[in-house]
């Protein structure tokens, strides 16, 4: 077993299929939303999908390397601990959502698209709670990789 994320998800030869399996994750996460804000997210995920066919790739590649680096601390806690199931013990970080948001943020705000900044202001307040909503999914994804 590895022993970093950085080993596990971008490694070159597993980083197409850590791609590829977290757009999966993202794609089932806007399918499983519900409600009124579920239609709202699943309406615009489709837009996006559509106007901008591979963008949702795109974005995960653009972005793994510093989504890895957010979460490195939050594996080696996970590591140190002795716990088996990363896909259990990532939800149970409060800190983890905050740590993948923060590159989320950072990256809206370096942007020179207004647009995009006004569009990730509006959705970042409900960010929190759907990214949270994904954590086991994400640790189960990392602990497949993992093995």
């Known amino acids: 077993m590895a022993d970093t994320l ?16 977290l757009q999966t ?15 709202v997210i699943k309406t615009g995920y489709a837009a ?4 901008k066919p591979g963008i949702i790739g795109a974005a995960v590649e653009s972005l793994l390397d ?19 199931d990363f896909g259990s013990y990532l939800p149970t970080r409060p800190d983890a959502a905050d740590a993948l948001l923060s590159v989320t943020d950072a990256r809206a705000e370096r942007s020179d698209r207004e647009s995009i900044k006004k569009v990730y202001g509006k959705l970042r307040p409900k960010g929190k709670d759907n990214v949270e909503e994904a954590l086991p999914r994400l640790g189960k994804l990392i602990d497949k990789h993992a093995a």
């Open 25 to 39: 994750l993202i794609d089932e996460e806007v399918a499983a939303k519900s409600g009124v804000s579920g239609t």
């Open 6 to 21: 950085k080993e596990i998800l971008l490694d070159s030869s597993r980083r197409p299929t850590v791609v590829a399996d």
């Open 66 to 84: 510093e989504f890895v680096a957010a979460l490195e601390p939050i594996y080696a806690d996970f590591r140190a601990s002795g716990a088996s």
């Open 48 to 51: 996006v999908k559509k106007i």
